[in-house]
């Protein structure tokens, strides 16, 4: 049994205690040759517009989170892979085989990367929100305490290091 799980909201946890930690935005990877690669911060209309779009599959809540606020509807096709991890779209990212976006917390595993840049999206923040979940009469509260800290700690740290739209 899983004492405590990190989610990305809104979520349904009917029967779990649900403990929002902040919320994190999102950034468009591109690669360097990529004609939006130069400019401070993307919009959604600007990845409408772009059929190189890179999307995790249906069903996948960071796909799901990523049309909602970029209110994407049938006037985008992006590319969808069902069985493809976020680190498999960033690598084709650094083959120059389109663009995506990732959660902040994705940002500091990208700092290596050959050719790509960041740019912040330009939408309404928060983008999403994170929590912690545990199960009810949960008895470690300190030490759920210190990681839900934790994880703010993170996210402030990575903040910090990275430009804000």
Do not use: W
């Given at each position: 049994m899983l004492d405590a799980a990190l989610i990305a909201l809104p979520y349904d946890t009917p029967g779990l205690n649900t403990f929002e930690i902040g919320s994190e935005r999102f950034y468009v990877v591109l690669?360097?040759?990529?004609?939006?690669?130069?400019?401070?911060?993307?919009?959604?209309?600007?990845?409408?517009?772009?059929?190189?779009?890179l999307l995790l599959g249906d069903g996948h809540c960071l796909k799901d989170h990523i049309?909602?606020?970029?209110?994407?509807?049938?006037?985008?096709s992006p590319h969808s892979f069902r069985e493809a991890s976020l680190n498999t779209l960033v690598q084709m990212v650094v083959n120059d085989m389109g663009l995506t976006l990732v959660p902040e917390m994705a940002l500091p595993s990208l700092r290596p990367l050959p050719d790509i840049h960041t740019v912040p999206l330009d939408v309404p923040?928060?983008?999403?929100?994170?929590?912690?979940?545990?199960?009810?009469?949960?008895?470690?509260?300190?030490?759920?305490?210190?990681?839900?800290?934790?994880?703010?700690?993170?996210?402030?740290?990575?903040?910090?290091?990275?430009?804000?739209?």
């Open positions: 690669h360097c040759n990529h004609p939006l690669s130069k400019q401070a911060k993307i919009t959604a209309k600007q990845l409408r517009g772009d059929n190189t779009l049309v909602e606020i970029c209110k994407f509807r049938n006037e985008i923040a928060p983008h999403r929100r994170l929590a912690l979940v545990t199960r009810p009469n949960y008895p470690r509260t300190v030490e759920l305490e210190a990681l839900m800290g934790l994880f703010r700690d993170v996210l402030n740290n990575i903040r910090a290091s990275v430009p804000v739209a």
